[in-house]
C-alpha cells in the first residue's frame, strides 16, 4: 500500500499557496495549509486548510502527532518571528522535520536612499528628521509604534489589506489594498499625496517591490526594518519550487 505523506504548511504568503498548488497534484502527498485568521479574506490554497492559532510550541507539536504530519514548511511571514519560534520547538517536540520557506530579502540599488533600521519603534523614532508625509506600508498589526511615538506632526497614509484598529496614528489616511502592486499605480500615490519618505519591512519578492522602485524614482528616502533572523538550525529554500523539492525527498526516501 502507498503511504501518503501528510505535509503541514504554515502559510499565509504568497510562497505557501504556491508549494500547496506545486503538492497538489502529488499522489504520495497530501498538504494542509494553516492560516493564522488575521486576513478577513484569505486567497485559500488547494488541499486541506485550517485557521487559527495551535496554542503556542506544545500545541502544535500536539497537532502534528494527532493529525500524523510527516513534514513541516514553516511558510509564514518573513517578519512571523514567533511563529516561526514556535515551528522550531514543535517540529523538535515531536521529531519531524521542518523547512523554511523564505523569499530573499529586497537588495539597494544605486539611486536608493534607504535607512535600515531593527524595529518599527526605531522606524517611528528616525521619521521626523526624514520628512512629513509618510507611507507606511508596514501592515496594520504594528500601527502602535507610531501612534505613541509622538509624531502628531506627520501625516500617514497607511496601506493594509484590512482595516487597521486602535492605536493609530492621529492624522492618518487608510487605503485599503492588496498586492501585487504595479509600478505605475505606486507612483500615482507618491505623487497624488505628496508622500517625501516610505516605511517598509523587508518582506522580499515581487508582489511589494514597486514601491521602491517609485520611491527611488522620486529621490525620496526609505526605512527598511530589518527581517528577523530563521531560527538556528533550520534549512531555508529560497522558491516554493525549492520547498517542494525538499517534500519530494522526504517521501522518495520514506
Not at 497534484?25 to 486541506?48: F, I, K, M, Q, Y
Not at 505613541?148 to 487605503?175: I, K, T, Y
Not at 501585487?180 to 515581487?206: A, C, M, N
Request: hydrophobic share 45%; net charge neutral.
Amino acid at each position: 500500500m502507498m503511504h501518503v505523506k501528510h505535509v503541514l504548511v504554515l502559510g499565509g504568503t504568497t510562497e505557501a499557496r504556491r508549494l500547496a498548488e506545486r503538492l497538489a497534484g502529488e499522489p504520495r502527498v497530501r498538504v494542509t495549509t494553516s492560516l493564522a485568521g488575521r486576513v478577513a479574506a484569505p486567497r485559500l490554497p488547494p488541499g486541506d486548510v485550517r485557521v487559527g492559532g495551535f496554542g503556542g510550541p506544545d500545541g502544535l507539536a500536539a497537532w502534528v502527532r494527532e493529525h500524523h504530519v510527516d513534514a513541516l514548511v514553516d511558510a509564514t511571514h518573513p517578519f512571523a518571528a514567533t511563529m516561526s519560534r514556535n515551528a522550531a520547538l514543535a517540529a523538535a517536540q515531536a521529531h519531524v522535520p521542518l523547512l523554511a520557506l523564505r523569499r530573499p530579502g529586497w537588495v539597494a540599488q544605486d539611486g536608493d536612499r534607504w535607512h535600515s533600521v531593527a524595529s518599527l519603534a526605531e522606524a517611528a523614532e528616525l521619521l521626523p528628521a526624514l520628512g512629513e508625509r509618510v507611507f507606511l506600508t508596514t501592515g496594520r498589526m504594528g500601527l502602535a509604534a507610531f501612534a505613541e511615538a509622538g509624531l502628531d506632526s506627520l501625516w500617514f497614509l497607511v496601506r493594509s489589506v484590512d482595516a487597521p484598529e486602535p492605536p493609530c496614528p492621529r492624522r492618518m489616511e487608510v487605503l485599503l489594498d492588496r498586492g501585487p502592486f504595479s509600478l505605475e499605480g505606486e507612483r500615482e500615490i507618491v505623487r497624488r499625496h505628496r508622500i517625501d519618505v516610505l516605511v517598509t519591512k523587508d518582506s522580499g519578492g515581487d508582489a511589494t517591490a514597486p514601491k521602491l522602485t517609485a520611491a527611488r524614482e522620486a529621490g525620496i528616502p526609505v526605512v527598511v526594518v530589518r527581517r528577523p533572523p530563521v531560527p538556528e538550525g533550520v534549512p531555508v529554500a529560497a522558491t516554493s519550487d525549492e520547498a517542494a523539492e525538499w517534500v519530494r525527498r522526504r517521501y522518495a526516501s520514506g
